[in-house]
């Protein structure tokens, strides 16, 4: 038996949300289109042909959903905003009330409740118009999120306290447009460069629009990390590796907190053929001081170096390591590695877990959900989230994804990542055994395995 305990004052959360994953009401109340509806209504897409138009219908179930988090102890709940319901068509004069009135009302009732609030402004629902004018590859786009962004800065100044620009940027730019697996799904490693910079600039330039004009609260981003620990000592292992985390790490993190893009990735992606254009001022845009840094940690493993035509030269040892049912391995040492580099890059920038949490698949009986996996999963990357605090990594909070079962983009609803099970069909939520779990380790603020 051992007691994992946390230090005082650590904020517990809930992620349910993605907007696209949870809402539904795609339909309603002027909402524009998405990249996600158009991707998801396309054929071969998404598994089984799913798609957001009831999602876990959040949208008019929001109340009940409070109710859920309340029960549960959290203190902070994350969840994004559908741009496409402020902006119909991403941009213009136009903004459309009855999107924003659908936030207040959400956010009204989690302050109501005691919750605070975290809002991400992009999680992956681009306004389809924008996607027609080129999206993330247009520059245009930038200027059409910062706008977005002051929008909803002003809007819940007071109300939401805690902002994260982008959900994710690896997902946006490289799983969307170079592996090709998200919206908008194109397979294009040039483009995705490319867009991942653009990102950055968009990120850079909302943050400095926050300061101007003296919102109150901390602003922030989320990156999603993973593991590669190398197969042997030999140095061409130890180097793919290192280049597969520095893809999701330094790439995305060194432009924020250094000003710069990491030189060995710099070099790899020039290797690759891949011209990057970065216009003058960009990087002092992109290099503006955050006040926390959300980190977003599933899965990873052991990998060995591979000559590849593509961008990445690994291949997966498998190490028969216990997987979730996405198939993705569990690795908590990668977790604790990944917060271990961040703080050596990066010092003692605040962190949040913004996201972690498994998959696995358990249906009810007799109203209960048995989901002894997810909570094995829960108690190994707390207890990896602890050694990395005991080291002295300045983690603020953890938010578990996610509060309830969604959809989970190009898997549709196949794959269940919730502590509350959501039936499709009836929208029932049933709380699952994990739930509790998790109720009880927030209220302790420790927990014994
Ligand atoms: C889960 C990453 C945000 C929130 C959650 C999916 C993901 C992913 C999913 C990689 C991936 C698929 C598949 C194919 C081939 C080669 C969400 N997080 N989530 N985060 N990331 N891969 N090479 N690296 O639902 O909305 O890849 O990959």
Redesign the pocket.
């Known amino acids: 038996m051992a007691i994992i305990q946390f230090p005082k004052g650590m904020k517990w959360g809930g992620t349910a949300t993605?907007s696209y994953?949870i809402e539904g009401a795609t339909n309603e109340d002027g909402r524009g289109i998405s990249i996600w509806d158009t991707f998801s209504k396309t054929p071969g897409r998404v598994v089984n042909g799913d798609n957001g138009d009831i999602a876990c219908d959040s949208y008019h179930r929001y109340e009940e959903d409070v109710e859920l988090m309340k029960e549960l102890g959290i203190d902070v709940y994350r969840f994004s905003v559908a741009w496409p319901r402020i902006f119909p068509n991403g941009t213009g004069g136009e903004v459309n009330q009855k999107g924003l009135d659908y936030y207040h009302r959400l956010v009204d009732k989690l302050l109501e409740n005691g919750i605070e609030p975290m809002c991400t402004l992009y999680?992956w629902d681009l306004p389809q118009a924008l996607q027609d004018n080129g999206g993330w590859n247009n520059r245009e786009t930038i200027d059409a999120f910062v706008n977005y962004a002051e929008l909803m800065f002003k809007e819940f100044d007071g109300k939401i306290k805690h902002w994260l620009t982008l959900?994710?940027p690896w997902?946006i730019s490289f799983?969307s447009n170079y592996?090709g697996?998200h919206a908008p799904g194109n397979r294009d490693l040039q483009l995705a460069t490319q867009i991942s910079h653009h990102l950055l600039v968009a990120h850079g330039r909302t943050v400095k629009k926050f300061r101007e004009i003296g919102i109150e609260g901390q602003i922030g981003f989320a990156p999603?990390t993973t593991w590669l620990e190398p197969y042997s000592t030999r140095q061409e292992d130890i180097d793919a590796c290192n280049r597969e985390i520095g893809w999701y790490i330094e790439w995305f993190m060194d432009p924020v907190f250094k000003g710069t893009y990491p030189k060995f990735m710099l070099d790899w992606f020039k290797k690759k053929g891949v011209e990057l254009e970065i216009q003058d001022g960009d990087m002092e845009d992109i290099h503006q001081p955050v006040d926390f840094l959300g980190i977003?940690y599933?899965t990873g493993h052991i990998a060995r170096y591979k000559e590849n035509e593509g961008l990445?030269d690994w291949e997966l040892v498998e190490m028969n390591y216990d997987r979730t049912d996405i198939g993705w391995p569990i690795f908590p040492e990668g977790f604790y590695n990944v917060l271990m580099r961040i703080k050596d890059s990066y010092g003692d920038i605040p962190i949040y877990i913004t996201?972690n949490g498994s998959c696995y698949n358990d249906e009810p009986e007799n109203g209960r959900v048995r989901d002894s996996g997810r909570i094995h999963y829960l108690q190994q990357h707390l207890t990896a989230l602890s050694r990395a605090i005991a080291s002295g990594v300045n983690v603020k909070g953890y938010i578990t994804?996610s509060l309830m079962d969604n959809f989970?983009?190009a898997e549709g609803y196949t794959m269940r990542?919730g502590i509350v099970h959501v039936n499709y069909r009836t929208l029932e939520r049933t709380k699952k055994d994990s739930y509790y779990w998790y109720k009880q380790t927030i209220a302790n603020n420790w927990f014994e395995k």
């Open positions: 993605a994953q999680h959900n994710e997902c799983l592996i697996v999603n977003n599933y990445l996201e994804w989970e983009w990542f």
